[in-house]
């Protein structure tokens, strides 16, 4: 049974407005790849159409795909997955499938096929990546429309999020370096995932 | 006596790297005008040399001044700042100096002159702009280089921030929506300042 529900366009960015750590995921355009990522620096860039910028950096496998699919998703951790937040965000895809290998189980986005995750995150979006060379070279910055969003509805309803003592697991992570993230008022470190 | 040491450059991008709401600083070229904006879309995009993206409405003062001088402040408010960082979001700097209005207490900032922010504030950072017409027209996505920041030892030290029981008033606050901000795993309801 999912907790799962669409959340309004116009809300989308309120998933990111306070500035979570998210998941990236991305595939290739014939769906023979696919690869996940975190990404400390995102943030809303405007209201509606909902748009965000993203930073990813240019070496990535994921910069990779996202320009041979046109597409990225953004899937927002809750505390529990602050340890697989950490780990996919070292080492590269490009060496091996990271969701076999953390056994991450998507799903697959309505609009854009894009993965996403439920299980253990708060909220997911898929973005439409629209090009923009100058600031992807300059500083690694891409931009994306959001074109579908979801959000578990224990955390996330009505366009708000609502943190409280029973829903701890499913609030949002806030990187602070080296693993330290800040969820709800604590100190989260991370542990290496095997 | 202040409690504000200077941050070594290539730890500024660690002081915006978990999403938490800033307050934007500027004044016009000439120093006879100044404005206070509060800025939740914010993001680093480089740790070196450090540089940070920021959205920044082009109807608002605080992009004129910008333009005008080159230059802008990012300060962090501490939770105890909550309401000013809600109330100095409302309302234009056009109409008046919100310096003045709401009774803050400025100092200067050593490299490009800003106003820095530190008392109630975790920590600040100046600025110099760096022009991108498209993206600043398009997204209106401002970008800018870290030349000088500090922060109040008693919650970021050698580059990493220390959130603990006896700081709560000087840890970051992230906006939610509609003047609800997270902070320390509380929700803080911001009151309309006079």
Redesign the interface.
Known sequence: MTHFHPVALEHAS?L??????VLVTSRSKDGSRRNIMAA???????FTPP?I?I?IDKKTFTRELVKDSGAFGICIPGAALADLAYAVGNGTGRDGDKFSHYRIDASTGPVLGLPVLEAGCAAWMECRWIP?A??EDA???C?GEVVSAAADERVFQR???S?RDDNRAL?TI?????G????????IQARPLG
């Open positions: 309120r990111i407005n306070h500035g979570p750590t400390a620096w995102s943030m809303p860039v405007e748009r910028a930073v923009e100058h600031t500083y690694d910055t931009f366009g708000r999020w943190f609030q806030h990187h602070l370096g080296a330290n993230f800040v969820h709800a008022g604590q100190v």
